[in-house]
């Protein structure tokens, strides 16, 4: 966490989208908020860029590179995992702060060793594509461990931004889902970071939970030559973020409850459990690093009931940066939620194009979540209606790429009833980018 001075950081804006009037005795308030931040100076730079002092945020990134048994098989899995940090590691912007860790049963530092980071330049990247010709294969698989030791390497720079790349080929097998929990529990908050799972003998639920987390992407690589692109890419996205830990805090009047606080934008996310108090009727909810992009969180506040004519502020958004010395940084940005109350029926019962969006899109991954479970605990009908459903909400939203993953698991009869048969046989790797893939969200058409 650091101080930024207005030179470095994007701005904020808060847009609030919601219907305001509520029926007599009308008590749940619903809106959506938008967050966007434009004008970072260093969004999209890559290696061999340099900055002036204050120019570009101190960021430490750790890659990790999963080094079991599995991932000998077949052997290119491994040759190509070693390609893909590579091309990463060309990604990194000159004085990055980075190190490179290899993980089995027990994490192993790779690059450059000693319980640090490298900076980058020429000569630390090439460096550290030396040591990746020394990595092979053999051992178990304890993903916690490689999350530790990630967070004492991060820790250990005065780095702004700490971001962890971590790609896995299996499951967790060689430790308890306690210890994973409680690696995840402990670096929360503390670096985010984008989980990977190559081939298709991994958890779908495991890479999901870290990712979540850790307020990272997930995704699936099925083919393993296509580790490096999408390297490539998460770098990139990593070297474009500007500010660190940013939190959406949220003030409520005295008898307003919040009722959910989620994330529908790019993808679901749900954050409610997460608040941590921040004074009297005030609360902030983690939102991780930020480049110039856009976000959308759907916002559910009760409040006390009132009479006609009457109007309240139901709640105060705005963004912070918690500071090390206790205090924030205010990022200047702020959004009313309100609520009026109106005996005119046309009014109150009208439902927001964004709120009804966003809630058919957090349904839709709940239904495909749901439908994957069922077909795999042999409920074909539940899984065909469950299945069923998130066709017709992907059709109706056009969410166009979440409809295209649907129809390899679904023969669609018609999308728009959700009318449905299951396919008798589903490659592998389709049933798990639609599961990894399902809180892919898409916006509201404008």
């Known amino acids: 966490m650091a101080n930024f001075s207005k030179s470095n950081v994007p701005q904020f804006s808060v847009d609030v989208y919601q219907n305001e009037y509520l029926p007599d005795g009308g008590r749940e308030v619903n809106a959506i908020v938008t967050v966007t931040s434009t004008g970072g ?11 002036a002092p204050g120019q570009g945020p101190a960021a430490g990134v750790a890659i990790m590179v999963d080094c079991s048994g599995s991932m000998d098989y077949p052997p290119t899995k491994m040759r190509n995992a070693r390609d893909a940090t590579a091309a990463a590691i060309d990604t990194l912007r000159d004085g990055t702060h980075f190190a490179v860790i290899g993980g089995t ?32 294969a053999g051992g178990g698989t304890a993903i916690g461990t490689w999350l530790r030791l990630a967070d004492r390497l991060l820790s250990s720079a005065d780095v702004a931004i700490r971001h962890g790349i971590l790609l896995t080929d299996g499951r967790n097998e060689h430790e308890s889902p ?6 995840l529990d402990s670096s929360a908050g503390r670096f985010t970071c984008d989980a990977r799972g190559v081939g298709t003998d991994w958890e779908v639920k495991e890479v999901t939970g870290i990712a979540s987390a850790l307020l990272g992407t997930a995704d699936i690589v099925a083919d393993p030559t296509g580790l490096a692109a999408d390297f490539t890419q998460m770098m990139e996205t990593a070297m474009g973020k500007e500010v660190a830990d940013v939190a959406l805090r949220l003030w409520t009047p005295v008898g307003t409850t919040i009722k959910f606080v989620k994330q529908v934008a790019p993808t679901v996310e749900e954050l409610t459990g997460r608040r941590t108090e921040a004074g009297p009727r005030a609360g902030d909810y983690p939102t991780g690093s930020w480049g110039d992009e856009s976000r959308d969180y759907h916002v559910c506040v009760e409040v006390p009931s009132a009479g006609l004519g009457q109007e309240m502020l139901a709640a105060r958004v705005s963004l912070v940066v918690p500071q090390p010395d206790g205090s924030v940084q205010n990022l200047g940005a702020q959004g009313l939620v309100r609520a009026v109350w109106t005996d005119d029926m046309v009014a109150s019962t009208s439902i927001n194009p964004q709120v009804a969006h966003y809630t058919g899109q957090a349904e839709l991954a709940q239904a495909i979540q749901q439908g994957l479970d069922l077909r795999k605990a042999g409920d074909m009908d539940g899984a065909t209606a469950k299945l069923g459903r998130a066709v017709q909400l992907a059709s109706a939203s056009g969410n166009a790429d979440t409809a295209k993953l649907l129809a390899k698991v679904v023969d669609v009869v018609d999308a728009a009833t959700g009318t449905v048969r299951l396919k008798a046989k589903v490659a592998e790797a389709d049933e798990m980018t639609l599961e990894t893939r399902s809180t892919k969200t898409v916006r509201v058409k404008k």
């Open 178 to 183: 306690e210890d994973l929990k409680a690696a």
């Open 105 to 136: 049963h027990v994490a192993k530092e790779v690059y450059p060793g000693g319980g640090r980071l490298a900076v980058a330049d020429r000569t630390t990247r090439e460096q550290a594509k030396q040591a990746l010709r020394r990595l092979s």
């Open 41 to 51: 100076g260093t969004v999209g730079s890559v290696a061999g860029t340099s900055y």
